[in-house]
């Protein structure tokens, strides 16, 4: 048992009681470890039960729908960073928080990107009341062209530039698509929407783009309070300071589920916005060659504000790379960024200007390779190329699997250029993430009632319930849920994680191709890219069954075939007695058990002689 509750007469007490001396919430419910909090003003919060309202109406409202539950289903951004996509359940509402896409990992040859499988809502589709979008970074609504479409579309909430930044996505997928969009527009953080029996409501972050929002969502069993991603910025660009402490004041129980992929970094307090800016600054006013700057073209805010700053002591920027581009120009429509035509200029017109009065800012800092930074670095570049007095900035950090690829990117870099920045020379990036110690500030800011930390790989999931108990709560009131875990708030507000899970295995998109890769197929590739492939092409008399002519072999990626004759002339010979074993002398032909045998057996022979497991193909003619 997590919690005691009042047993008896709970309904009754909850239909009756209308001015309730109890801080918030149903008295249903109580937590073993409560933040015990005296009866204060509240907040300015307006979604929740207030002391003084009369509560018949609200509570008649659920009761009539009967004893419904709230069920909690991450599909993912439990077990990775990225594809972020959680489902809320209260009764036939469904309300999903995020759609995001998931990059693929070293051991995923020729995969796009990874995106939620949504098997669980098949047949749920019409009682999806909205989608909503925390903000506009592709972790969060890159899988939006291919999931909305699946799910017929349901209305989609989110503020201004969250909502460019999806329509933006979906015209890119398919054209005329952001047509069949109905959108719910946040227009500010005091907004209310009510999405069946969810009550939606808002609360400002921060976050390393703009337009980024807290969600609150609302049920008669539970308050979950998202902060989609978040920071906690010492000093903030906006001056202002944010604090969490009227979250607490929403009715309990509360489940925060908070993204904790800074729950390993322990670092007493990381580099402020102001600082990172002020690092650039002075690069780019000290530099005697043309600044380059690479960074994700997700940054809008950091490449608004490098565009200021050049208007200001007027040199000029040219924006590089199609994503950083678009992004702007989006930021721009919507008067997040101020770019005249002064300041802000193309590529092809770099040569019109001196190279001291040039600022380069590009995207492919992650080292990818045909994006706009290794083109350049390589020499592929049609109009920039680096020289030794250039300044290089990575603005950007390291996407964990590509360390290799931006190491190499930048030994090439270190040959041509004497000015190359990064972030473990000086801060020229911020993240936009939380650290360990705002974690449990946040915690205790909030005072949640259920801690369900998210949005991270399972370690760092696992330390931030380590700071979360650090922080004052109850081990009890923890959950780290994996990917498709299914955990359920009962009416009375009791936690139940299940056995079973909705699925949640990968589903990849490749070129067109969307699910149609599955383990198989990547397994496949795997052993290519591991050990090559080996094609045994048989011509087999169909009124025999004996092998005619010399099998054909080719080999890809596993022998130098001119070298290995010798082992080459074996394998022919070893083709030849399978299939006259296979077919015996009946001179029947089954062509799945030759291949079969042939496969085993080849494959085998191919490992003894060179403990090498090539993939063996045979493909069988007759003639
Ligand atoms: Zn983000």
Redesign the pocket.
């Known amino acids: 048992m997590l919690f005691t509750y009042q047993k008896s007469n709970t309904k009754k007490l909850m239909m009756t009681q209308t001015n309730s001396p109890r801080r918030s919430g149903p008295a249903r419910f109580r937590p073993r470890v409560g933040n015990k909090r005296p009866a204060q003003k509240r907040g300015g919060y307006s979604g929740g039960a207030r002391h003084n309202e009369p509560r018949n109406e609200r509570i008649n409202e659920y009761v009539s729908k009967g004893e419904n539950t709230l069920k909690i289903i991450p599909l993912g951004g439990q077990e990775e960073v990225g594809r972020n996509m959680t489902i809320f359940e209260y009764g036939k509402d469904i309300v999903i928080l995020d759609m995001g896409v998931q990059f693929p990992e070293e051991d995923m040859p020729g995969i796009d990107y990874i995106i939620p499988n949504i098997s669980y809502l098949q047949g749920k589709e019409k009682n999806i009341r909205g989608v909503i979008f925390s903000?506009g970074?592709l972790?969060?609504i890159g899988a939006a062209p291919i999931l909305l479409d699946k799910l017929n579309y349901p209305p989609i909430v989110g503020r201004d530039l969250t909502i460019c930044l999806v329509k933006k996505r979906l015209e890119d997928y398919a054209k005329n698509s952001a047509k069949k969009l109905h959108v719910i527009p946040v227009k500010s953080t005091e907004d209310k929407i009510k999405l069946g029996n969810f009550n939606i409501s808002f609360f400002d972050i921060e976050?390393?783009?703009m337009d980024?929002v807290g969600v609150i969502l609302q049920t008669p069993s539970a308050t979950v309070i998202h902060p989609g991603?978040w920071t906690m910025d010492k000093d903030p660009i906006s001056g202002k300071f944010l604090s969490y402490d009227h979250l607490s004041y929403l009715p309990s129980p509360k489940v925060l589920m908070l993204e904790s992929l800074g729950a390993v970094d322990n670092r007493p307090s990381h580099t402020t916005e102001k600082e990172m800016y002020a690092n650039l600054e002075r690069l780019i006013s000290e530099a005697t060659g043309k600044v380059i700057i690479g960074t994700f073209s997700s940054q809008i805010r950091r490449v608004g504000h490098i565009l200021e700053y050049a208007r200001s002591i007027g040199k000029k920027v040219a924006l590089d790379g199609f994503s950083m581009k678009m992004n702007v120009e989006i930021a721009k429509e919507l008067g997040y960024i101020k770019a005249d035509k002064e300041t802000l200029i193309t590529v092809n017109d770099l040569h019109k200007y001196p190279e001291n009065k040039i600022i380069i800012v590009c995207t492919g800092a992650q080292g990818e390779g045909n994006a706009v930074l290794s083109r350049i670095i390589t020499g592929d570049h049609r109009f920039i190329k680096v020289r030794k007095q250039d300044t290089v900035i990575f603005s950007s950090s390291v996407i964990p699997g590509n360390e290799r690829t931006i190491q190499r990117l930048k030994d090439n870099l270190y040959r041509q250029c004497d000015n190359v920045i990064h972030s473990d020379i000086m801060d020229v990036h911020t993240s936009?993430h939380c650290n360990a110690q705002n974690i449990k500030e946040m915690i205790k800011q909030v005072k949640p009632d259920f801690f369900l930390p998210t949005y991270a790989n399972h370690y760092m999931l696992k330390e931030s319930a380590k700071l979360a108990v650090e922080a004052g709560m109850h081990k009890a009131n923890i959950f780290v849920l994996d990917n498709g875990s299914v955990l359920e708030f009962s009416s009375q507000g009791e936690p139940k994680l299940h056995d079973k899970k909705a699925p949640s295995s990968y589903v990849f998109v490749d070129g067109l191709g969307v699910g149609d890769i599955g383990q198989v197929v990547l397994r496949d590739r795997q052993a290519m890219a591991q050990d090559g492939m080996f094609v045994v092409i048989i011509t087999l008399d169909s009124q025999t069954g004996q092998v005619r002519n010399s099998p054909d072999i080719i080999s890809r990626g596993f022998i130098y075939m001119r070298e290995s004759k010798d082992l080459l002339y074996q394998v022919r010979q070893k083709v030849k007695d399978i299939v006259h074993h296979s077919t015996g002398n009946k001179g029947h032909i089954d062509e799945e058990y030759i291949k079969d045998q042939v496969r085993d057996k080849i494959g085998q022979f191919l490992y003894t002689r060179t403990e090498r497991r090539p993939m063996v193909l045979p493909v069988l003619i007759e003639v």
Request: net charge negative.
């Open positions: 903000h970074h972790d969060h976050h390393s783009i980024a991603d936009g």
